[in-house]
């Protein structure tokens, strides 16, 4: 039997690019949809027949009827949100029972972690992140330090009790001492998460060997990404990133499957850019351009609430993202947010000390001095929404996404969103024809060899 094909999800940019709407369209054609990194400071929104779901822990595969979801072992689990997503997924009438798994070798995040977070993006002298506040980047320190607490660690109520005790007692000192806040209670914490913990239990596998065996069964899997690759730890603007391996490596090793068994990777880019949070953004608008953009694109976390910064789309960016990520197939989402603009500026390079240069700084200082290079395009001032064929695009349209393709490094458009519905999506002949096969080579390069 030939192996299930595979395809991993990204995020080319700083997270929020539509990750969630185009899993959830290619879910029909997946048997099986896994997290891999991340937790619930993710927020990825999908919209069936207008209803609205926002979907922080639990992979979009779980809207789709007969798809398993998995949450992998790269992700951080804050139990208590966990089960308060699935039951309002169960409110819904989403079945999660029997086709949600959760790795037990992912990391916990426990209410000290959120308790050091929040204290110390408000210390004085401290980098202020602009986090989501939710515990993620202390979890993934604990991680690191090999302190941390797993799921599987979670249901021995021996070792949770133990583990509890003694990292109150640690976490309570230093958080007293660095940021005088108040002590949090070993005790009740324990009773919350031994509750929490029986009632996860149903849930908890070991997904490695899942979906390796779902894969070498001949089922299909699609690796969905949270952030984006500009905030990934190790490539993204650090310091003001995430604390996990957003881009497509991080799908590796948040999983437990081999990189040889991975086909393709479909980054997922806005027709503009979005950031929110602190740090760098060289194309950001701060006039009403920018107001204009977020208002149209309602652009606001679909976690937090905080308005989205907005600016122009970045090809520099675009193309180390693609370098990254090993891109093989591109996704423009909200190409409808700019139907109504005359004029379209694009970043083609970047300047920085008057010196046109292909590489992205990696130092801080570098970011601010950073001088973008536009190109304008012709607007189409045209409404796309509903536009389900790309020949049927505003001929403005079809070369604003041929001029993305060409500079974006190698990878070619596989699919383009004119809305946030399941219908609002266009694809290329060759990318819908190989997602509509079985054979395991979906990536063009490979094609094209
Ligand atoms: P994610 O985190 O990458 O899954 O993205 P979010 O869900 O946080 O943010 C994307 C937002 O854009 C959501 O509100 C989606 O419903 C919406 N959206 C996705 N694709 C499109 C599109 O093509 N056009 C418009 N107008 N909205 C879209
Ligand atoms: P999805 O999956 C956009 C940002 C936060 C902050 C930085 C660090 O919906 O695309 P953290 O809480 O992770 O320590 O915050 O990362 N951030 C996101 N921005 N989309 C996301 O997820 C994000 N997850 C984290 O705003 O700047
Ligand atoms: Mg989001």
């Not at 009632?199 to 699609?222: E, Q, W, Y």
């Not at 990878?411 to 190989?434: Q, Y």
Request: with cysteine; proline share 4%; charged share 25%.
């Amino acid at each position: 039997m030939s192996k299930g094909r595979t395809a991993i999800i990204v995020g080319a940019q700083w997270g929020d690019e539509g990750k969630g709407k185009i899993v959830d369209v290619l879910s029909e054609k997946f048997s099986i949809v896994a997290r891999y990194a991340g937790g619930h400071n993710a927020g990825h929104t999908v919209i069936i027949n207008g209803k609205r779901f926002v979907l922080q822990l639990v992979p979009c595969g779980v809207l789709r009827e007969g798809c398993r979801s998995v949450i992998g072992n790269g992700v951080v689990l804050d139990p208590i949100a966990f089960l308060k997503e699935v039951s309002a997924l169960r409110d819904a009438g989403v079945k999660v029972d029997g086709n949600l798994f959760v790795s037990n070798r992912a990391h916990v995040i426990l209410p000290y972690h959120r308790m050091i977070e929040l204290a110390s993006e408000n210390a004085p002298g401290r980098v202020k992140i602009g986090t989501t506040s939710r515990g993620i980047g202390p979890s993934y320190e604990d991680k690191a330090g090999r302190r941390g607490l797993r799921v599987t660690d979670l249901l021995d109520l021996n070792l949770l009790k133990k583990h509890i005790e003694n990292a109150c007692r640690e976490k309570n000192m230093i958080a007293h001492a660095l940021f005088n806040s108040e002590p949090l209670d070993a005790d009740r914490m324990y009773s919350e998460y031994a509750d929490a913990s029986h009632k996860l239990a149903p849930f908890v596998c070991d997904t490695a060997v899942l979906l390796n065996r779902a894969i070498a069964d001949g089922h299909s899997v699609m690796f969905e990404g949270a952030q984006g690759t500009m905030l990934d730890i190790d490539h993204g603007t650090y310091p003001f990133v995430t604390s996990s391996s957003a881009t497509s490596g991080g799908a590796v090793i948040g999983t437990g499957v081999g990189p040889t068994a991975i086909d393709s990777v479909i980054g997922v880019s806005k027709a503009y850019c979005t950031r929110v949070g602190e740090g760098p953004f060289p194309t950001e608008l701060f006039d009403s351009m920018g107001d204009q953009i977020r208002k149209k694109g309602n652009e606001f976390g679909a976690v937090t609430g905080r308005p989205r910064r907005c600016g122009w789309l970045d090809l520099p960016l675009l193309r180390y993202s693609g370098m990254i990520n090993g891109t093989s197939w591109l996704v423009v989402t909200k190409l409808d947010v700019l139907d109504e603009l005359a004029e379209i500026p694009v970043c083609v390079g970047f300047k920085v000390n008057g010196r046109e240069t292909g590489e992205i700084p990696a130092e801080a200082s570098c970011w601010n001095k950073i001088e973008c290079i536009y190109k304008t395009m012709p607007g189409w001032r045209t409404p796309t929404q509903g536009i389900t064929a790309m020949s049927k695009l505003p001929k403005a349209a079809r070369e604003y996404l041929s001029f993305i393709e060409q500079e974006s490094g190698g990878a070619r458009i596989g699919m383009v969103s004119t809305g946030p519905g399941r219908d609002e999506t266009m694809f290329t002949d060759e990318f819908s024809e190989l997602m509509n096969s079985d054979v395991d080579a979906m990536s063009p390069a490979q094609e094209r060899s």
